[in-house]
Nanobody, 114 residues
Framework: QVQFVESGGGLVQPGGSLRLTCTAS????????MAWYRQGPGTQRELVAS??????TNYRDPVKGRFTISRDYSNTMYLQMNSLKPEDSAVYYC?????????WGQGTQVTVSS
């Protein structure tokens, strides 16, 4: 069974940084594009950043230049988030791209507030 576990969220002041970690199990994810998603209060889940098997990355416009996605191909993926803004507050999830609908994890809460 495919499972994703996210960690590293927390409360941070505007301008601060966090590093999220995603650990995947139940498959070899080195063969697939992977991504980070987020869902804020009252909003739909959205794609934040993705990384292909070959290491090519793509970012949602509002996070370009501030977030960095990386993966080490041992089924672990990271999201380095710098210069955080209140509008980045959300629950962050990892999954394949496109996502496996039955494999969403619990996510990790990121709250950016002074």
């Amino acid at each position: 069974q495919v499972q994703f576990v996210e960690s590293g969220g927390g409360l941070v002041q505007p301008g601060g940084s966090l590093r999220l970690t995603c650990t995947a199990s139940g498959g070899d994810f080195g063969f697939y594009p992977m991504a980070w998603y987020r869902q804020g209060p009252g909003t739909q889940r959205e794609l934040v950043a993705s990384a292909t098997q070959g290491g090519a990355t793509n970012y949602r416009d509002p996070v370009k230049g501030r977030f960095t996605i990386s993966r080490d191909y041992s089924n672990t993926m990271y999201l380095q988030m710098n210069s955080l803004k209140p509008e980045d507050s959300a629950v962050y999830y990892c999954n394949r791209l496109p996502p496996l609908s039955n494999s969403w994890g619990q996510g990790t809460q990121v709250t950016v507030s002074s």
